[in-house]
């Protein structure tokens, strides 16, 4: 019972699975729609195959008939091959010998427009783009009795129903080779390009002489390509990696390209400006010339100078290993005087050695008829005297002026002044 309910469980699933593979299949992009306009379509009928480079990309889903009596073919393709641009190209091919066609389109390149649909209907592949081959049964039957006399019959009147269309004629035997088509698409390009390939000779006559010329140049760049090409198919594991890792670098690249290209625009104008500057610099650079050649020899004497002082620099080596471990006690003798100076301005050293000298100076100004002289006052006198006990009559007031020793003294006190004056 269990394997059976098991069972039922996984056909379940697996119905669910088809249905949504069914429908994100359904769901996928549209196909792109285009038709090509051919002479003739015979044995090309709706669902044969459409090719492009080689690979099935989609399938005939129409052939009608237009009303200039041509074969509208209605095609639809994958829709990453869309839009077929304005130089595609489409041939009828067989597929096998049993009479089998398909479609072998190109859908151009991407320098040329997109082919554009007029009014309702669907993009275009011209007439004169298109190929359709002759088939070979169709070759085979009109050597066949009665064809080989209606063939003659054909050619003897060919000239009669082809008077005055030899334009049509060119064309439809274009339309029916390919091959005649592209080679006079070649010879155009090629008539139109002459005065190219004549200049292109002529290089190229002087690129051989002087490859001639090296000959062993070229013989050894040869070989080292060939050294280098088996060095790249030794690789080519990590080189298939790198490829496979290219599209999503690109990707990641693109927007950082964008944003290199607004910045170059935005840098344009700065460009404009340091070009405009360029010239005055190159003139101030160029007037460096004479002012470099007249300091030359200066530059070589300050070399000379150099190595002279190299030798003295040596010499003061000893001299300066002595004095390092002075230098290194520097900063704390430094920071000592710093503060004995910072001590002294507090306390007016700078301020009593200044008025030191000023009095001193004032001191020795005078002078006799034999030299400098130094005054000095000489203190004689009861009240000039040292004492522990109060002398009478000394006191430290003078007010009152006498006739005594108090008055004496002052007296006496005021001759020493005016002597010391100058008086």
């Known amino acids: ?80 091959f869309g839009p077929f641009r304005a130089n595609a190209t489409c041939s009828i091919r067989p597929e096998s010998l049993i009479g089998e066609k398909f479609v072998d389109c190109d859908p151009g390149t991407p320098s040329q427009p997109p082919l554009v649909a007029r009014g309702d209907s669907t993009p275009t592949v011209p007439l004169g783009r298109n190929h359709s081959p002759v088939d070979l049964d169709l070759v085979l039957a009109a050597l066949r009795l009665p064809y080989r006399e209606r063939l003659t019959l054909f050619v003897n009147e060919l000239g009669v129903g082809l008077a005055g269309r030899p334009a049509d004629l060119n064309a439809a035997i274009r339309r029916a080779n390919p091959a005649i088509q592209r080679a006079d698409d070649v010879l155009t390009i090629l008539n139109r390009d002459r005065q ?76 404009n400006d340091l070009h405009a500057a360029a010239r005055p610099l190159a ?10 050649d007249a300091a030359r020899p200066t530059l070589v004497k300050l070399g000379e100078l150099a190595r002279t002082g190299r030798s003295a620099i040596r010499s003061t080596a000893p001299v300066a290993a002595k004095l390092l471990p002075i230098a290194r006690r520097l900063p704390e003798t430094a920071q000592i005087a710093r503060d004995l100076n910072d001590s002294l301005k507090a306390r007016g ?12 100076t004032a001191a020795v100004a005078r002078f006799d008829r034999f030299s400098h002289i130094l005054p000095s006052y000489q203190i004689a006198g009861t009240c000039q005297q040292y ?26 006190d005021r001759h020493v002044l005016d002597y010391l004056l100058g008086k």
């Open 1 to 80: 019972m269990i394997a059976r309910l098991t069972g039922v469980a996984c056909a379940l699933l697996a119905l669910a699975a088809a249905f949504v593979w069914m429908g994100a299949k359904g769901a996928g992009p549209q196909p792109y729609r285009v038709d090509a306009i051919f002479d003739n379509a015979d044995f090309l009928v709706s669902g044969q195959d459409v090719k492009i480079a080689g690979a099935v990309e989609g399938s005939v889903k129409a052939v009608r008939l237009t009303p200039d009596h041509r074969a509208r073919i209605e095609m639809a393709v994958r829709r990453e």
């Open 196 to 271: 190219t390939l004549g200049h292109l000779i002529d290089a190229s006559d002087t690129v051989l002489a002087e490859l001639a010329a090296h000959r062993g140049d070229v013989r050894d760049f040869i070989g080292r390509a060939d050294r280098a090409a088996q060095a790249v198919a030794s690789r080519r594991g990590d080189l298939g990696l790198a490829i496979d890792r290219l599209p999503p670098m690109l990707a990641r690249l693109e927007p950082t390209a964008n944003e290199l290209n607004a910045f170059a625009g935005e840098a344009r104008p700065v460009a």
């Open 283 to 292: 003139d101030l650079l160029g007037d460096f010339g004479p002012l470099s």
């Open 349 to 360: 050293v700078p301020e009593g050695l200044l008025s030191f000298l000023y009095y001193g």
């Open 387 to 412: 004492a522990t006990q109060p002398v009478a009559g000394c006191d430290a007031h003078f007010g009152s002026a006498g006739r005594g020793p108090r008055a004496a003294g002052r007296q006496r």
